[in-house]
């Protein structure tokens, strides 16, 4: 062995033990907090890992994550050159097999060019364009520097060492015989100093890398991949955790100190790479509220790398019977570190989620600190209580009395389940659709094509109460666990089997939130339903823009450009895109407009998250951000699958296109017009 | 300083209201809640009582079922409750229902009584006056805004025109009014610790009521007729024609409104 390589030996082994001790260190401090069953369904979990790890498939979603595909596979490629440099420092001559090898040193270069093109573009985004989702810190600095000059260094060491003659094989590493061709020149010896300089500057920059890792942002290297691991594999809509309440022992049902935390929602913070994607597609963000979903994690994680020796230390006493000591000093995290307004910015629109590459869970956590507040607290905004005072007592945040539930549908003699026929599907109305003057519309409509298709169905009439949705997302999850069991109850006690939802709302918590009560229904949203009666020939749209009637007495006027707005319960939720684009793409002459950001990059109402019953000081507001964005597209009408993106929608009109014809319809409405040559829409005709 | 807050059950404030026409009873079988009055009251007391300590003790007369609601103050904070129940009660007026208050709150010790303004169903506010009278204790309603040291209550009672400043001794009976505070909701720790709180129920023999004070029968007052309110007629609507502005002046004055 080289002197070089027992100096070496030296300095690895004190770089490994630092790298370890950090490392060892923070997953400690994940370990404080509550522990989190995530080893189920393994071979999916594997599955899912090598998907999301290899295949960096949620980095896709914008341009520049191609770069980070190339740093990603070029860093493996390049590990193996990296190995032999070292080797053949530590003992003369030594050569892995791919060492010669045409191919990989040709691959090594060609993603060694592009990764060092692509800090290049990093480096200008971040500190030139100045992106406002990425800080232009130091610590992001130091970790494209490390990555640079490594591969420089790789450059330059290989290229003194190919030189005079390069191999044919060496040849591969076209960069590396570049530069040795230019060095040709250098004397032998001074060759041979050079190229143990810039061994020592490779090996020293890869070990500082190494030991950096844990303690910067870079540690989401190793933490992305084990959370990607360890993701959620419930259905997004179903990912809220469902809490016991009966338990007088529990001191606190939400969390208001990071210990309280699950170990997996700890992992998040230190998984994090703080790209800002999140925060990008944040309606809160975007419309200059308090809440970043990004600041959200990295002062989570400060805070935890702050207090993570203290909370060990408390669990150690805790486990070891040294003395039960709870560490009373960690402060609580709403007002210390999180804000209320923070807090309360959020509208669940799964945005954040959708776009995290390493698979994040933000919004729990923000549920878990809303719990904290109402159910331990019961602090939360006014209008929010006012709310669900509301629903306590009669049913429907809007506090219309629960006799009037089915007062909309009064003149139509819909069927009422347990009265009359129960029918095919269960009409679930939800709560807008059957008190609010506009939203009675919509269900209004519904029932119209319902019945046109032939479709039976009956509805709950005043035994209906509110899902639970808004109240659940606004941290009171005792009040949604009242409703949840009284509805299913209703539910099972009349065999209901399929359910049709107006409200998106409504059908992600019927769907996905009542199984854990107990009620398991087949529950779609009324566009599913429809797209599917288009396809069956049931439902046959009858005018288009420039038609008429079957008897040819009434001209009606059906919109020619509508805007779709994506909800974020059917889209990012559900998942379903297509089939309210399918509903409206069956009306003859309609033409159905894209808004830049849509189907799972649309933008939030602003409603989500029990936003709806909250006032919006903050910034500007979200509906009217959303609005503008639509109205890019020049529509007639904007048109929309959600009680709360109509309201929301219809107000943001108001305030941002005063003095344009352009309508908020619901897809229903759209539908309904078209069947009965009803005038649905003034699109200036 | 140890508080009595008396609550009643009330018909949900938003459901239809159905008077029997033989009796001329409210009908009491539509949703019920707290009467939202009390929940001010109920707020006042647990103030009170974080600044000065003390029992604030929920006392209130109506059906069994009544207990439920009874429970929603003690999930606020109260420490305990009693409930004035018996099927010779129903039917009780004002005065029925304040002697039988008043009784019960005879054996209990207090330095301060504490009602809504008045019930959302009932709607009389007379109960709170009728109580202090038949206890002999200073009354001062409609407050919007209470203070104490422990001896004495400083308040502000509203009126029409703003309000009057008042000094007034303890023990004593008020009752406030809305928008006096926001009431606490209930936290978890509060509903699961309400479950576990004392609620006593007492009926006519316990307190010893004189029968023929209380019920329909002891009533001192009778309804003889009831009739439902006319719906609201359609409002007058003015299209603007350019002469809108004049037409809406002209409309205010002619209802002395300007």
């Not at chain 1, 364009?129 to 610590?139: M, N, Q």
């Not at chain 1, 050079?194 to 844990?214: K, M, T």
């Not at chain 2, 009780?92 to 169903?121: C, H, P, Q, W």
């Amino acid at each position: 062995m080289t002197t070089t390589g027992i100096v070496f030996i030296v300095v690895l082994v004190v770089a490994l033990a630092a790298f370890a001790y950090f490392l060892g260190q923070r997953v400690q401090y994940v370990l404080v907090g509550r522990p989190e069953y995530r080893f189920d369904h393994l071979p999916r979990r594997f599955g899912g890992f090598l998907y999301f790890v290899f295949g960096q498939r949620k980095l896709f979603k914008e341009w520049v994550g191609t770069i980070h595909f190339f740093i990603f596979w070029g860093f493996i490629v390049i590990a193996f050159g990296t190995l032999q440099i070292i080797a053949e420092g530590i003992r003369v001559g030594f050569k892995f097999p791919w060492a010669e090898n045409f191919g990989f040193l040709l691959a090594k270069d060609v993603l060694s060019l592009l990764v060092v093109l692509g800090i290049l573009v990093l480096v200008y985004l971040r500190y030139v364009v100045r992106k406002t989702r990425l800080e232009p810190s130091a610590e992001a600095g130091i970790i494209l520097g490390l990555i640079f000059f490594l591969i420089i260094s790789e450059f330059l060491y290989s290229g003194f060492t190919y030189a005079p003659e390069p191999t044919s094989a060496q040849r591969g590493a076209f960069l590396a015989t570049a530069i040795s061709t230019g060095v040709e020149g250098i004397s032998a010896g001074g060759r041979e100093v050079a190229r143990n300089i810039l061994w020592w500057i490779h090996v020293l920059l890869l070990l500082a890398f190494l030991v950096y890792i844990p303690v910067s942002k870079h540690l989401h290297l190793i933490m992305c991949p084990v959370n990607e691991f360890l993701r959620s594999l419930k259905p997004r809509g179903g990912q809220i955790e469902t809490l016991y309440l009966e338990n007088e022992e529990v001191e606190e049902f939400g969390v208001s100190k990071i210990q309280g935390f699950t170990s997996k929602q700890l992992l998040d913070l230190y998984a994090c790479a703080e790209c800002g994607r999140c925060q990008d597609h944040c309606p809160a963000s975007q419309s200059g509220k308090a809440l970043s979903p990004k600041t959200l994690m990295t002062k989570l994680r400060a805070h935890l790398d702050e207090r993570g020796p203290a909370l060990r230390a408390a669990a150690k006493a805790l486990k070891t019977g040294a003395g039960v000591q709870e560490d009373d000093d960690t402060p609580s995290l709403i007002g210390d570190v999180m804000s209320e307004d923070e807090i309360w910015a959020c509208t669940t629109c799964y945005s954040c989620q959708e776009q995290c590459p390493v698979q994040n869970e933000h919004v729990n956590k923000i549920i878990a600190m809303r719990r904290h507040l109402v159910m331990d607290l019961g602090e939360f905004p006014q209008e929010a209580m006012l709310a669900a005072r509301n629903v306590e007592k009669n049913g429907n945040p809007w506090g219309v009395g629960q006799q009037t539930r089915a007062d909309w549908a009064k003149d139509l003699e819909v069927a009422v389940a347990g009265q009359g026929e129960l029918g095919e599907y269960l009409f679930w109305v939800g709560c807008a659709g059957s008190v609010d003057d506009r939203s009675i519309k919509v269900s209004r409509a519904i029932v119209q094509v319902l019945r046109h298709a032939g479709v039976t169905f009956s509805i709950l009439g005043t035994a209906e109460k509110c899902c639970g949705d808004p109240m659940r997302r606004i941290g009171n999850e005792y009040l949604f666990q009242m409703l949840a069991r009284e509805n299913v109850e209703n539910l099972n006690g009349l065999g209901v089997t399929k359910i049709v939802t107006n409200c998106p709302h409504c059908l992600n918590t019927l769907k996905h939130e009542y199984p854990a009560f107990g009620g398991n229904y087949q529950v779609i949203h009324y566009t599913e339903l429809f797209a599917q009666l288009l396809t069956e020939g049931r439902l046959k749209p009858a005018v288009g823009t420039t038609g008429h009637r079957a008897d040819g007495a009434v001209k009606t006027t059906l919109p020619q450009r509508v805007a779709y707005h994506d909800s974020c319960y059917l889209g990012r939720y559900q998942g379903q895109y297509e089939a309210p684009r399918k509903v409206l793409k069956a009306l003859p002459g309609l033409e159905v407009l894209e808004a830049k950001r849509n189907r799972s990059k649309s933008f939030c109402c602003g409603a989500g998250g029990g936003r709806m019953w909250m006032e919006e000081e903050a910034g500007h507001r979200v509906n009217e951000a959303r609005v503008g964005q639509l109205l890019e597209t020049s529509p007639q009408v904007i048109g929309v699958n959600c009680p709360y993106c109509l309201i929301m929608m219809e107000d943001g009109v108001k305030s941002v296109a005063t003095g344009t014809e352009v309508k908020v319809l619901d897809v229903a409405e759209i539908l309904a017009a078209s069947l009965t040559g009803q005038e649905a829409a003034t699109g200036g005709h | 300083m140890n508080i009595i807050v008396c609550v009643k059950q009330v018909v949900d404030t938003e459901a239809e209201k159905r008077l029997d026409p033989t009796s001329w009873r409210l009908d009491r079988t539509v949703p019920n809640i707290l009467n939202p009055y009390d929940e001010y009251a109920v707020e006042e007391a647990l103030k009170l009582k974080e600044q000065h300590g003390g029992q604030v003790t929920v006392l209130c007369m109506g059906p069994e079922g009544a207990a439920d609601d009874v429970r929603k103050a003690l999930a606020m904070g109260a420490d305990d409750a009693v409930l004035i129940s018996d099927a010779a009660l129903a039917g009780s007026d004002v005065m029925g229902t304040a002697y039988a208050l008043a009784e019960a709150l005879k054996t209990m010790s207090y330095d301060l009584i504490i009602f809504g303004n008045r019930s959302t169903d009932g709607e009389t506010g007379c109960v709170p006056a009728a109580v202090a009278e038949l206890l002999g204790r200073p009354f001062l309603s409609t407050l919007s805004k209470m203070e104490s040291d422990g001896t004495t209550l400083k308040v502000h009672r509203e009126t029409d025109l703003g309000y009057v400043a008042y000094d007034c001794p303890l023990p004593a009976v008020v009752s406030v009014a809305k928008g006096i505070n926001e009431p606490r909701y209930p936290t978890m720790k509060g509903i699961l610790g309400a479950k576990k709180k004392p609620l006593e129920v007492k009926d006519v023999a316990a307190l010893g009521l004189d029968i023929s004070k209380i019920g329909l029968g002891g009533a001192k007052t009778k309804v003889l007729s009831a009739r439902t309110a006319p719906p609201r007629t359609a409002g007058t609507k003015i299209e603007d024609d350019g002469s809108s502005a004049q037409k809406i002046a002209d409309f205010l004055a002619a209802e002395k409104l300007l």
